[in-house]
């Protein structure tokens, strides 16, 4: 039986929004900084999958939700175990952000995001940054964040959250503590 896959498109939510949507989300699920986020998964209705959903996902993650809580995400057999943490919080940027509109447009819909991604499709790009952003801010909390990173550096940043170099950089960078 062929499925019909809606992509998500952004919500156009602020980035601050999205990040404190984020965070507001990491604390009602008691996500604590480096807590498992496979565990997580495994609590809210989701599947976790090495390797690929058939969509030319091999080198990075997807997910397929057909609810909120009936989801697989797909996570590459390439990837380190903190780049892993990084796409497994990026795909429920997705299912959190961008499955409710699509649930409510069609409530039979099943949402399904790769990184292949139309460069030309401005509501398709937003529905990744939106969805990076979550990431971010879901594994590695603002003002816990600064406090660490104040404290340790970015090595304590990477150590405490479990996050990969370009992670801690790149999210130190976006509440500048870096250059």
Do not use: C
């Amino acid at each position: 039986m062929l499925k019909n896959f809606v992509q998500p498109t952004g919500a156009g939510i602020p980035k601050r929004g999205v990040e404190s949507f984020a965070e507001q989300i990491a604390k009602s699920l008691n996500f604590e900084p480096g807590g498992s986020i496979e565990e997580l998964v495994a609590s809210t209705g989701g599947t976790l999958v090495f390797g690929s959903s058939g969509a030319g996902d091999y080198d990075s993650g997807s997910i397929i939700a057909r609810d909120l809580d009936d989801y697989t995400i797909y996570i590459s057999r390439n990837t380190s175990r903190q780049r892993d943490r990084f796409t497994i919080a990026h795909e429920l940027g997705h299912l959190a952000l961008h499955l409710p509109s699509i649930k409510a447009n069609d409530s039979n819909a099943i949402m399904r995001a790769t990184r292949s991604v139309d460069e030309t499709d401005d509501a398709q790009k937003r529905a990744e940054w939106e969805a990076n952003w979550f990431a971010a801010a879901f594994l590695m909390p603002q003002d816990k964040f600064i406090e660490i990173f104040n404290a340790g550096g970015q090595l304590a940043v990477q150590r405490i959250f479990d996050v990969s170099p370009a992670a801690a950089s790149t999210r130190a960078r976006s509440l500048g503590l870096l250059d």
